[in-house]
């Protein structure tokens, strides 16, 4: 008996095993397209909305990066700023599946295929977003003929490829598992490999801004397990929320006490995440310290509204995952997405603040006759130096972001996803 039954999680009518009609029930169910008029609507809205991106996008290369809000003082903005975060929300749904395999413990009941399936599709919105970022899609090639192999930004770009391979190739591992053609011992080394692989991609995201000696808010040693935390807490809650969604249409048979399991380690996330930052925001504002600047940017300044977003949402995350008279469904999914905008606000608090303070004195790009806003009045072109994203970023950003809905849509509707014995 599979480890989705060993409970009595999935005890119904439907799954009863010992029928021949079910028998051929389950093998019909596991094996057909699956038929929904919704998630045909998801795949056809996602589709429009990826061409309206494209479309953008086209125009971006017409006119240049010009057309974007960033600039010298701000040089990454919105799409880079998405990268970290899809990257992130990635984590999840291969470490929900891996670490339970990788150790030999027990799972969440029958989300594992589900969980890697969103993995991927997370990871090409964020190779998505790298590549519109970069201006012309030739220099994705002109990065691999011309690489720097001691640059972090090629080890991040290789390490982001082998873990969107990995990412598919475990997800066919599963499949081929759960088929029978598949050992256990062989599943368990595939997810090790992709559990380590998960943990590296994003600290290697990490060293890339914290091997930034000239940035503030980003040359720190805490940036890789920080960024690790912050992936399981919004990669956790992406989770929870699709399996929520997917139960109550009815695609899953999931017993609560998985959902509950989830919550459990979602609190638990967000506590060491908001624990990582507090160290952090300690030791900067620390009397002596260097960092008191940071500090005030972040809690008063332009950059508040943010801050709060996330202290207030992670909290109110962690009070509603860890109270168990409060884990009902609607509730965990609002908790969920709290906890993911409030990460959300964490990247755009890193990226946009380390442009605005600089460790180093550069009087040559930042002082007060610097032309923060070209698009105003003479009046505006001084003042303020945080970046905010033009309606063309966010619609190309939109349009990355459908793509990766899109994948996970086709993927519900022509992959097998659904546990073998449901």
Same mark, same amino acid.
């Given at each position: 008996?599979?480890?989705?039954?060993?409970?009595?999680?999935?005890?119904? $009518?439907?799954?009863? &095993?010992?029928?021949?009609?079910?028998?051929?029930?389950?093998?019909?169910?596991?094996?057909?397209?699956?038929?929904?008029?919704?998630?045909?609507?998801?795949?056809?809205?996602?589709?429009?909305?990826?061409?309206?991106?494209?479309?953008?996008? *086209?125009?971006?290369?017409?006119?240049?990066?010009?057309?974007?809000?960033?600039?010298?003082? $701000?040089?990454?903005?919105?799409?880079?700023?998405? *990268?970290?975060?899809?990257?992130?929300?990635?984590?999840?749904?291969?470490?929900?599946?891996?670490?339970?395999?990788?150790?030999?413990?027990?799972?969440?009941?029958?989300?594992?295929?589900?969980?890697?399936?969103?993995?991927?599709?997370?990871?090409?919105?964020?190779?998505?977003?790298?590549?519109?970022?970069?201006?012309?899609?030739?220099?994705?090639?002109?990065?691999?003929?011309?690489?720097?192999?001691?640059?972090?930004?090629?080890?991040?770009?290789?390490?982001?490829?082998?873990?969107?391979?990995?990412?598919?190739?475990?997800?066919?591992?599963?499949?081929?598992?759960?088929?029978?053609?598949?050992?256990?011992?062989?599943?368990?080394?595939?997810?090790?490999?992709?559990?380590?692989?998960?943990?590296?991609?994003?600290?290697?995201?990490?060293?890339?801004?914290?091997?930034?000696?000239?940035?503030?808010?980003?040359?720190?040693?805490?940036?890789?397990?920080?960024?690790?935390?912050?992936?399981?807490?919004?990669?956790?809650?992406?989770?929870?929320?699709?399996?929520?969604?997917?139960?109550?249409?009815?695609?899953?048979?999931?017993?609560?006490?998985?959902?509950?399991?989830?919550?459990?380690?979602?609190?638990?996330?967000?506590?060491? $995440?908001?624990?990582?930052?507090?160290?952090?925001?300690?030791?900067?504002?620390?009397?002596?310290?260097?960092?008191?600047?940071?500090?005030?940017?972040?809690?008063?300044?332009?950059?508040?509204?943010?801050?709060?977003?996330?202290?207030?949402?992670?909290?109110?995350?962690?009070?509603?995952?860890?109270?168990?008279?409060?884990?009902?469904?609607?509730?965990?999914?609002?908790?969920?997405?709290?906890?993911?905008?409030?990460? *959300?606000?964490?990247?755009?608090?890193?990226?946009?603040?380390?442009?605005?303070?600089?460790?180093?004195?550069?009087?040559?790009?930042?002082?007060?006759?610097?032309?923060?806003?070209?698009?105003?009045?003479?009046?505006?072109?001084?003042?303020?130096?945080?970046?905010?994203?033009?309606?063309?970023?966010?619609?190309?950003?939109?349009?990355?972001?459908?793509?990766? &809905?899109?994948? *996970?849509?086709?993927?519900?509707?022509?992959?097998?996803?659904?546990?073998? $014995?449901?």
């Amino acid at each position: 008996m599979s480890e989705y039954t060993q409970g009595g999680a999935l005890a119904n $009518d439907d799954l009863d &095993f010992s029928a021949p009609r079910n028998k051929e029930r389950v093998g019909e169910r596991s094996s057909a397209v699956v038929k929904s008029p919704a998630l045909n609507i998801a795949i056809g809205v996602s589709a429009a909305v990826v061409v309206a991106g494209l479309a953008l996008w *086209f125009m971006q290369l017409s006119g240049g990066m010009a057309q974007t809000a960033m600039r010298n003082l $701000d040089s990454w903005g919105l799409y880079i700023t998405g *990268f970290m975060f899809f990257v992130g929300l990635s984590a999840g749904g291969l470490i929900i599946s891996s670490v339970p395999k990788a150790l030999g413990i027990a799972g969440f009941g029958g989300i594992s295929k589900v969980a890697v399936m969103s993995s991927i599709a997370c990871t090409v919105a964020a190779i998505g977003l790298v590549v519109v970022d970069m201006g012309q899609p030739f220099r994705v090639w002109e990065l691999f003929v011309y690489s720097n192999l001691g640059s972090p930004l090629m080890w991040d770009i290789i390490v982001l490829a082998t873990y969107l391979i990995l990412s598919c190739a475990y997800l066919w591992a599963q499949v081929r598992a759960e088929a029978g053609r598949m050992s256990h011992a062989a599943l368990r080394a595939i997810s090790v490999v992709a559990l380590v692989c998960a943990v590296l991609v994003h600290s290697v995201t990490a060293w890339i801004f914290g091997l930034q000696g000239g940035r503030e808010m980003w040359h720190t040693a805490l940036l890789a397990p920080w960024f690790v935390s912050s992936a399981l807490v919004c990669g956790t809650a992406l989770v929870v929320c699709i399996a929520v969604g997917l139960r109550r249409a009815g695609y899953l048979e999931l017993d609560q006490s998985y959902l509950v399991k989830l919550a459990k380690l979602l609190g638990a996330f967000v506590l060491v $995440d908001l624990y990582f930052f507090g160290c952090d925001l300690l030791t900067e504002a620390f009397p002596g310290g260097s960092g008191a600047e940071v500090v005030a940017m972040l809690t008063t300044g332009p950059l508040a509204p943010f801050f709060w977003v996330e202290i207030i949402g992670c909290a109110a995350c962690a009070v509603v995952c860890l109270t168990p008279a409060l884990r009902r469904n609607g509730l965990l999914v609002a908790a969920s997405l709290l906890a993911i905008a409030g990460i *959300f606000c964490k990247r755009v608090q890193l990226l946009v603040g380390g442009f605005q303070i600089a460790n180093l004195d550069l009087p040559f790009a930042m002082n007060g006759s610097s032309i923060t806003n070209w698009e105003g009045s003479l009046a505006d072109a001084y003042t303020g130096m945080v970046y905010w994203p033009t309606p063309l970023e966010f619609g190309v950003t939109l349009g990355v972001v459908a793509l990766g &809905f899109l994948i *996970f849509f086709l993927g519900l509707k022509f992959l097998p996803l659904r546990p073998s $014995d449901q």
